[in-house]
């Protein structure tokens, strides 16, 4: 079985800063993939960053970037120059390639708090 | 449709009472996945299809729960004899590959067992 592990419930950010959220994973398939989503308070899933396993090169996209230990199996969010916006819930996940580790799990979150 | 839609949007039923709710998935998409959010958690696992195979249902929590898909298209999900603990956002997501592209979420269905 897959699981996801995000320790920081809750994390606190000046506008403009960078921040980092944190994320531990534990698989036994060779090949998996590891996502991050922002859940505002509106609901809705909103999909950030990808990383695949054998990806040499962490994955970035646009003030997000992924800090990809492999052999830790931690796949950490860094948001860099905090807006208010973006303020919300965000999910670590990973899908595996092997039987139940198809089916995409989820950590159980933690909220970011963007203050002015 | 652009995106996956998923209806209702809200749904208040009476305990004991069954409910469907539908989820369309982006055209093309073979993977299909279900979960459940209670206020202020994460997202939990309910069931998950991927084209023709037999789905992943080791996320369904009781028998009260199923879920069916007719081929790569629309899917819907029963719960019967609703009970309050029911009371959650139901979430749909779709993506087109197994492994590594990611899933994109529907709206959810918020339901509400009273």
């Known amino acids: 079985a897959q699981k996801i592990t995000q320790t920081q419930p809750g994390m606190f950010v000046q506008e403009k800063e960078a921040v980092t959220l944190d994320c531990t994973y534990d698989?036994?398939?060779?090949?998996?993939?590891l996502f991050w989503y922002k859940q505002p308070s509106s609901g809705e899933m909103i999909f950030l960053i990808y990383?695949?396993?054998?990806?040499?090169q962490n994955a970035t996209e646009g003030r997000y970037s992924l800090n990809f230990q492999k052999a830790r199996k931690s796949a950490n969010l860094v948001i860099s120059a905090s807006q208010l916006g973006d303020s919300a819930m965000y999910f670590c996940?990973?899908?595996?390639?092997?039987?139940?580790?198809?089916?995409?799990?989820f950590g159980s979150g933690t909220q970011l708090t963007v203050l002015p | 449709g652009a995106g996956v839609s998923q209806s209702p949007s809200n749904k208040v039923t009476e305990k004991g009472k069954d409910v469907e709710l539908r989820c369309d998935p982006i055209s093309g998409h073979t993977a299909l996945y279900w979960y459940r959010q209670r206020l202020g958690q994460g997202l939990e696992f309910l069931i998950y299809?991927?084209?023709?195979?037999?789905?992943?249902k080791s996320g369904l929590p009781s028998d009260r729960f199923s879920a069916e898909r007719t081929g790569e298209s629309v899917s819907t999900l029963t719960i019967q004899r609703t009970q309050q603990e029911d009371s959650a956002v139901y979430l749909c997501?779709?993506?087109?590959?197994?492994?590594?592209?990611?899933?994109?979420f529907g709206q959810g269905t918020r339901l509400t067992v009273v």
């Open positions: 698989t036994s398939d060779q090949s998996y993939g």
């Open positions: 990383q695949g396993s054998y990806d040499e």
């Open positions: 997501a779709s993506s087109s590959r197994p492994d590594n592209t990611e899933a994109f």
């Open positions: 299809f991927q084209g023709n195979s037999a789905p992943d």
């Open positions: 996940a990973m899908r595996g390639t092997s039987g139940s580790a198809r089916q995409l799990t």
